[in-house]
């Protein structure tokens, strides 16, 4: 007769909950440099299948989980340099205010991996306040919601910006086409630093290898991308302003000295903003002002100077001024 109590040779399964073995997974991460599946699943008692499922929760549950080719095959998974275990993060009202305020201005998200992302976020904030604080932050957030502005629809791009979210998170070298206005496409060996939002558009910003040089990519015009297994290492020192320079927007070309004539009848909308790092205002007798700044980027300049007719003049640089009343004339109706 079998004695079915005698215990099998080897090491006994844990008997656990997945929450106290994922806490386990995560511990040996954080205190080791990286570990295998099979490393995983021996120290925890449990299969190969069992151990992809929790390194799945753990990315799910934002950990920022990358993986690493061995050279005997095997993978090893870390958590990205740097990362240390944070502590909860509470919210005043009054924060939560300003990040619901934040969120109503980014609805061109909208159908992106990004907005899904604020979805979530927001609904574990909420799922601790009262339905009627909910319902408050939510009015406040619909009232700085601007229309009427040109939204851009991103949904038909959702997996391939899945893809470039995943190579900004864990520094991951990409292969992409791009598709310039009017030009053919481009295929660019691409290390992905940073995403820009501007006027209501995402732009991918870092180092093109076979340009060797900085590039801004309007996300629009990306037609695919290909996440390599190389990684990379963003330079230090590195700033967003190194992709566009002195430019007025995001077009960095050769700056030159801009001088404006702005008339009395919308100079205070001048005057309550700054346009420029480099602008210098004066102020005219008759009410009006002029602004004087270096820039680059004259399609962009251009383009916010018409926004003010009839009340501007340019009077610098003279190839400015030459363009800037070109358009208008050609915008005239012929007779």
Do not use: N, W
């Given at each position: 007769m079998v004695d079915k109590t005698k215990k099998k040779p080897g090491k006994p399964a844990k008997k656990y909950s997945q929450a106290a073995r994922l806490h386990d997974v995560?511990?040996?991460?954080?205190?080791?440099?990286g570990a295998t599946v099979d490393e995983l699943a021996e120290e925890?008692?449990?299969?190969?299948r069992t151990i992809y499922r929790d390194l799945d929760a753990i990315r799910d549950a934002g950990y920022p989980l990358i993986s690493d080719p061995e050279a005997d095959g095997c993978t090893l998974y870390s958590f990205i340099t740097g990362y240390k275990k944070l502590p909860p993060i509470t919210f005043s009202l009054e924060e939560l205010?300003?990040?619901s305020l934040c969120r109503g201005q980014l609805g061109f998200l909208a159908g992106t991996p990004f907005q899904d992302d604020l979805d979530a976020i927001f609904s574990r904030i909420?799922?601790?306040?009262?339905?009627?604080?909910v319902a408050h932050l939510e009015r406040i957030a619909e009232t700085a919601s601007p229309k009427?502005?040109?939204?851009?629809?991103?949904?038909?791009?959702?997996?391939l910006l899945k893809e470039l979210r995943r190579a900004l998170l864990y520094q991951y070298r990409l292969d992409l086409s791009y598709t310039p206005a009017r030009r053919a496409t481009e295929t660019y060996r691409f290390d992905p630093y940073t995403l820009l939002f501007y006027e209501g558009a995402l732009y991918l910003g870092g180092y093109a290898h076979n340009r060797d040089a900085l590039r801004l990519f309007l996300v629009d015009r990306i037609e695919e991308v290909t996440v390599l297994d190389d990684r990379f290492e963003v330079p230090?020192?590195?700033?967003?302003?190194d992709l566009t320079g002195s430019a007025f927007g995001l077009i960095d070309e050769d700056h030159q000295t801009i001088?404006?004539?702005?008339?009395?009848?919308i100079s205070h909308l001048i005057r309550e903003r700054i346009w420029h790092p480099s602008q210098a205002v004066v102020e005219e007798e008759d009410g009006s002002l002029t602004l004087t700044f270096e820039a680059s980027g004259e399609k962009e300049i251009l383009a916010w100077l018409y926004s003010y007719l009839p009340h501007v003049q340019v009077l610098e640089p003279e190839s400015m001024?030459?363009?800037?009343?070109?358009?208008?004339?050609?915008?005239?109706?012929?007779?």
């Open positions: 995560i511990r040996i991460l954080e205190v080791r440099y925890c008692g449990v299969t190969r205010m300003t990040l909420h799922s601790s306040l009262p339905p009627r604080s009427f502005q040109g939204e851009r629809d991103y949904a038909a791009q959702k997996e230090e020192g590195f700033s967003a302003t001088k404006v004539r702005f008339g009395a009848e001024r030459s363009v800037f009343y070109q358009g208008l004339r050609g915008g005239l109706l012929k007779e």
